[in-house]
């Protein structure tokens, strides 16, 4: 492919937040909406199980520069586990490979086991991931029928609210960390309870400071590019800067933008003193995010050029 042709597509910048449905991956859906948007650059912030539906951040065009601040962001997921049957991934899409009596399970008994789970945790990544064993994912490793010895990973488990409790299955609400599986929290809920347990259906309500209010399907974009054009689709995109609501807001000068602009740090009197920041030009564009050197000056990290 020459780069002429990789280059295909409008140059459109901004993030929609899509209702990705359950049964296809996150790249699927991602490929979907790029071809729908006939875009130039698109990516998507961090993958969600064809089994899991729910809140997908796509990011167009200039946007896919803040696409690693949103996959670092904490997430929030509905799912609901069933006692009693463990499966080889850990989830509904796995084979049953171990089953066991639901006995003693009351609700002040998932209620004391759910705390313990709460806070900073370990978890022992699924053979069923994304994470490379010798440059291999495990997955395709766990498809040839091999397990390979994973080191445990610090999440940080901040919510974790029973919502439903029933005979042998419990519905949760969960506020975790990136790099969390619910998957893995799920059975070693189950674990605990003295049944085994694995993840029967997920949901993501919430990436970053995103939430599913509002999220598309991609039934309705494609819809909405027989009814309006892309036209109607671009009116969906978000400003970039909303991924990183919350950051504290710099407006430069004209004359600290230009050096901005030329990726030189600068000082602003009145700025954090660490951190990331959002950076703002004279007319309140904004130009891109910035951190703060030990000095006190601000670096420029990535600017945006979406005029």
């Not at 962001?73 to 089953?99: F, H, M, P, S």
């Not at 960390?177 to 949901?203: F, M, P, V, W």
């Amino acid at each position: 492919m020459t780069r002429r042709q990789r280059q295909r597509g409008r140059e459109v910048n901004g993030i929609l937040l899509l209702d990705k449905p359950i049964g296809i991956t996150s790249n699927d859906a991602l490929q979907q909406v790029k071809r729908l948007y006939d875009a130039r650059k698109a990516g998507h912030t961090g993958n969600l199980d064809p089994m899991a539906s729910g809140l997908l951040p796509l990011c167009l065009g200039e946007a896919t520069k803040v696409s690693a601040f949103l996959l670092d962001a904490d997430k929030r997921y509905r799912g609901t586990c069933k006692l009693g049957v463990r499966t080889n991934t850990g989830d509904a899409d796995g084979e049953a490979i171990e089953t066991r009596p639901v006995i003693d399970v009351t609700e002040a008994r998932v209620r004391e086991v759910l705390e313990s789970f709460r806070g900073e945790i370990e978890q022992i990544p699924p053979m069923h991931s994304a994470i490379k064993h010798q440059g291999q994912p495990l997955y395709k490793l766990a498809h040839q029928g091999l397990e390979v010895e994973r080191k445990p990973r610090r999440v940080t488990i901040y919510e974790l609210n029973l919502l439903r409790f029933s005979a042998d299955e419990l519905e949760l609400d969960v506020h975790c960390s990136k790099g969390t599986y619910i998957r893995t929290l799920a059975e070693d809920i189950g674990e605990a309870l003295g049944c085994g347990a694995h993840l029967n259906q997920l949901r993501r309500t919430a990436a970053g400071p995103f939430v599913e209010v509002g999220a598309v399907t991609l039934e309705q974009l494609k819809q909405l590019l027989l009814d309006g054009g892309q036209e109607a689709l671009d009116a969906l995109l978000l400003p970039i800067e909303d991924a990183l609501a919350g950051w504290p807001a710099i407006n430069l000068s004209a004359n600290l933008t230009y050096y901005v602009r030329q990726g030189q740090a600068v000082q602003v009197s009145q700025a954090p003193t660490r951190g990331w920041v959002r950076l703002f030009g004279p007319e309140g564009d904004f130009i891109g995010v910035g951190h703060i050197l030990d000095d006190g000056r601000v670096a420029p990290k990535r600017l945006f050029h979406t005029g």
